[in-house]
């Protein structure tokens, strides 16, 4: 079998500056938890105990990216002391805020809390949010952060850590991972856009996810992390009809919904054969009384990381396709490597709309100041 592959291209992330020097909302910058003892000092005294009493050293799933994969990281992004990634509020600051002059930033952690008993799950995110808020919210006023929720079977616990923290004026998105126990539109997950839209918070459905147990796609378990890692867009579609079908946003009229690192070249294609279905199948959904689609524009967002589209020529016409409406939030995806695509981006968008796209949607979608 041949093994050999070409070497990653050294990425200059200061050519992006060169590129856009307007204001940047940056709606997908990660941050890592460095590791469990990061979280002790917010765990009860319980958890504690439960912690030492069985050797428990971190979620098995902590990192949904192999550690060492190129596209975890850029290789500019690797600290050079061993540290993780994106694990410190400064290295964020010297990567990504001061050398782009981000307005804002906002914070995406995917800690896999749902790695052991529910209340301990629990338990798990409250301390990662008390330590966002600690350790990176209060470190610098240019970042805001999702809340981090324990998502296996309890929404009423779900909806509860929204309640506890929803107020906080640093967390303006409540992160669900794609991949779940259950389709999100189903009712059983009411009371979670409930809590969301009554916190006037964005849900913010993110890549990754454990499926409580069950594999990514509907066949089966894939032998390769390429066949999981670009399959994973079926996951994606399957809870945006899920949302739309269930009449989510019907119920939730000022809900408001952002799909995080899965692009948006696939969105078109798919709503179009969403609509077309819709026209034969809709006495199935009585209270889906305009097509999906127009549904979709009114409630809907998707970050450009990453960005599936090999030239600005190709790319603009998905643009065109997605409507009038700009749908487009700026993602770095901090601090995975993906091309250096901002070109590629800038060159696809009209002019008047590169502003929408790299920050003014993203302040009035976040309910953002200037800063």
């Not at 765990?43 to 799933?61: F, M």
């Not at 914070?107 to 338990?123: H, K, Q, R």
């Not at 396709?321 to 995806?333: E, I």
């Amino acid at each position: 079998m041949e093994t050999d592959a070409p070497a990653s291209p050294v990425l200059n992330p200061t050519s992006r500056g060169d590129l856009w020097r307007g204001a940047i909302v940056d709606v997908d910058i990660h941050a890592v938890v460095p590791g469990l003892e990061a979280l002790r000092p917010y765990l009860d005294e319980v958890w504690l105990q439960y912690i030492d009493e069985r050797n428990w050293t971190a979620p098995p799933t902590a990192s949904i990216y192999p550690p060492n994969l190129d596209a975890t990281a850029r290789p500019e992004w690797r600290p050079e002391d061993g540290r993780p990634p994106a694990s410190a509020v400064e290295m964020i600051r010297a990567d990504l805020l001061d050398p782009f002059d981000i307005e804002y930033g906002i914070l995406n952690c995917v800690y896999a809390i749902d790695g052991g008993p529910p209340d301990f799950s629990t338990a798990l995110a409250r301390a990662v949010n008390d330590w966002l808020i600690a350790e990176w919210l209060e470190a610098d006023p240019r970042l805001r952060a999702s809340i981090v929720l324990p998502t296996r079977d309890d929404p009423a616990a779900i909806a509860a850590e929204i309640d506890r923290v929803g107020g906080h004026p640093g967390f303006v998105q409540a992160l669900l991972p794609a991949r779940s126990g259950g389709m999100y539109g189903k009712r059983l997950y009411w009371p979670v856009f409930e809590a969301i839209a009554r916190n006037d918070l964005v849900a913010g459905i993110h890549w990754g996810g454990s499926n409580n147990g069950l594999p990514p796609t509907p066949s089966g378990w894939p032998s390769t992390y390429i066949e999981e890692y670009v399959g994973e867009v079926q996951v994606f579609e399957s809870q945006l009809i899920s949302l739309l079908a269930e009449g989510t946003f019907q119920r939730f009229p000022e809900l408001r919904v952002t799909f995080l690192e899965i692009g948006f070249t696939w969105v078109p294609m798919w709503m179009w054969d969403l609509d077309r279905n819709w026209k034969g199948m809709r006495r199935e959904v009585p209270w889906l009384k305009r097509p999906p689609f127009e549904i979709l524009r009114e409630h809907v967002r998707f970050s450009t990381a990453p960005l599936d589209a090999p030239s600005a020529e190709e790319l603009a016409p998905v643009i065109t396709w997605l409507g009038p409406q700009n749908l487009l939030l700026f993602a770095s995806d901090y601090p995975h490597m993906h091309d250096d695509d901002l070109a590629t981006l800038l060159g696809a968008l009209p002019e008047e709309s590169r502003s929408e796209v790299m920050a003014d949607s993203a302040r009035e979608w976040y309910r953002l100041g200037s800063v």
